[in-house]
């Protein structure tokens, strides 16, 4: 059964501060792998990851995947209260010939103005 | 562009009682998805559809059914609903399979 594994459940920091986000997998013909971030309503897409080593970037935030050790992580620079949200990890992985995506639950992000 | 949309927004059902929850996006895209969300358990897939006139199960298929009789729309079927589903329901479509999934703002549906 592929498994997503995110930690830490919750994660509370000052604005300003640094944060690291992390998320694991077991999963079966590993193809991508995807940051969401979900505030009030629906999950709003971050980065998609494919190959290791290759750090993604987009403002204050960045990832990166490292397919040995079957981890990736988030990181988000000088937070700022419209941080605050869960940000959840996703695996695509193919499955009977189609392809499907595990989702971890997810890290919730509280930024303290 | 709408995106991805999705009625009603919420939704209270008594036990027994059949609701279908409707999903449409404009983007063209093949494929569409519905998952439910409970606390502490993520995002879970209850059925897929890899273009229109095709379904296939997900994770948690059990008391739902689903159909794409047109290519922008993915409709979800509870038949007799149970407290068991109680949830918020979110619908996605993406291009193909290895690209970005997008989601509409989803149902929250309560069984009593």
């Known amino acids: 059964e592929d498994k997503v594994v995110q930690s830490p459940l919750s994660l509370v920091v000052h604005e300003g501060d640094t944060v690291t986000l992390n998320c694991s997998y077991e999963?079966?013909?590993?193809?991508?792998l995807l940051w969401y971030k979900q505030e009030k309503k629906a999950p709003t897409f971050l980065f998609m990851l494919?190959?290791?080593?290759i750090e993604k970037k987009s403002g204050r935030l960045s990832s990166i995947l490292d397919k040995k050790e079957l981890f990736s992580i988030l990181n988000i620079t000088a937070t700022q209260t419209g941080d605050s949200a869960v940000y959840l990890c996703?695996?695509?992985?193919?499955?009977?010939?189609?392809?499907?995506?595990?989702f971890g639950t997810g890290t919730r992000l509280t930024i303290i103005p | 562009n709408a995106g991805v949309t999705q009625t009603p927004k919420f939704r209270v059902l008594k036990t027994g009682q059949s609701m279908t929850l409707l999903c449409a996006q404009d983007m063209n895209h093949e494929y569409m998805y519905w998952y439910r969300q409970d606390p502490g358990m993520g995002l879970r897939l209850i059925h897929y559809?890899?273009?229109?006139?095709?379904?296939a199960k997900g994770e948690v298929p059990d008391g739902y059914n689903v159909s794409r009789l047109k290519k922008q729309n993915f409709l979800l079927g509870l038949e007799s609903a149970a407290p068991s589903q109680t949830s918020v329901y979110f619908c996605?479509?993406?291009?193909?399979?290895?690209?970005?999934?997008?989601f509409g703002p989803g149902t929250r549906l309560t069984v009593t």
């Open positions: 996605a479509s993406s291009l193909w399979t290895t690209y970005e999934q997008y």
């Open positions: 996703a695996v695509i992985a193919p499955n009977f010939g189609n392809e499907k995506l595990t």
């Open positions: 494919t190959s290791s080593g």
């Open positions: 999963v079966t013909n590993f193809r991508s």
């Open positions: 559809s890899v273009g229109e006139g095709t379904t």
